[in-house]
T-cell receptor
Framework: EAQVTQNPRYLITVTGKKLTVTCSQN?????MSWYRQDPGLGLRQIYY???????DKGDVPEGYKVSRKEKRNFPLILESPSPNQTSLYFC??????????????FGPGTRLTVT | RKEVEQDPGPFNVPEGATVAFNCTYS??????FFWYRQDCRKEPKLLMS???SGNEDGRFTAQLNRASQYISLLIRDSKLSDSATYLC?????????????FGTGTRLTIIP
């Protein structure tokens, strides 16, 4: 089954404690992206990757890091989480040519609370 | 100004009614447009693409007006299962970055 998986699905942590949210896709997609979703602000892109070892900042990259060492995996790292990073996070992947289909496949989401 | 703007709603509509959502975009370089559907606490999923000529998929009709930078979604004969948040999305390619910009969504509730 074609899918994007994220782990963990729910996480409560404390300020400053480093964490990693994993993302994996089994569709051999080149393009992967991380979003955060907040009430009234919608989905905002954090980082994206066009392919292995190619990553770039999205609209809200501050406080986050990513890496793309393998095509299927795109982990999101919060080196020192803060309460303003409490949010719902989605990983997404798509093949080249998103412009024509608009189809990004989203993971189920990770609800992060930083206290 | 947000790149993609939508009326957040909520829209509470009786079952069987027709409902229309509107969306405007600010970047005239946006190349293509889409509607996504997001159920409560779930991931967004592509509903349909939007073409200048308009396109229809069953009870759903999408329309694009490039001159007015305006996108619409019409749902006819609404069902309880149509209750969700509908996200308007614009695609732009800029120096190799293919980016989808999402609106904040319009929440729809179909009432029995």
């Amino acid at each position: 089954e074609a899918q994007v998986t994220q782990n963990p699905r729910y996480l409560i942590t404390v300020t400053g404690k480093k964490l990693t949210v994993t993302c994996s896709q089994n569709m051999n997609h080149e393009y992967m992206s991380w979003y955060r979703q907040d009430p009234g602000l919608g989905l905002r892109q954090i980082y994206y990757s066009m392919n292995v070892e190619v990553t770039d900042k999205g609209d809200v990259p501050e406080g986050y890091k990513v890496s793309r060492k393998e095509k299927r995996n795109f982990p999101l790292i919060l080196e020192s989480p803060s309460p303003n990073q409490t949010s719902l996070y989605f990983c997404a992947s798509s093949s080249a040519g998103t412009r024509y289909t608009g189809e990004q496949y989203f993971g189920p989401g990770t609800r992060l609370t930083v206290t | 100004r947000k790149e993609v703007e939508q009326d957040p709603g909520p829209f509470n509509v009786p079952e069987g009614a027709t409902v229309a959502f509107n969306c405007t975009y600010s970047n005239s370089a946006s190349q293509s447009f889409f509607w996504y559907r997001q159920d409560c606490r779930k991931e967004p999923k592509l509903l349909m693409s939007v073409y200048s000529s308009g396109n229809e998929d069953g009870r759903f009709t999408a329309q694009l007006n490039r001159a007015s930078q305006y996108i619409s979604l019409l749902i006819r004969d609404s069902k309880l299962s149509d209750s969700a948040t509908y996200l308007c999305v614009a695609y732009i390619s800029n120096f190799g970055n293919e980016k989808l910009t999402f609106g904040t969504g319009t929440r729809l509730t179909i009432i029995p």
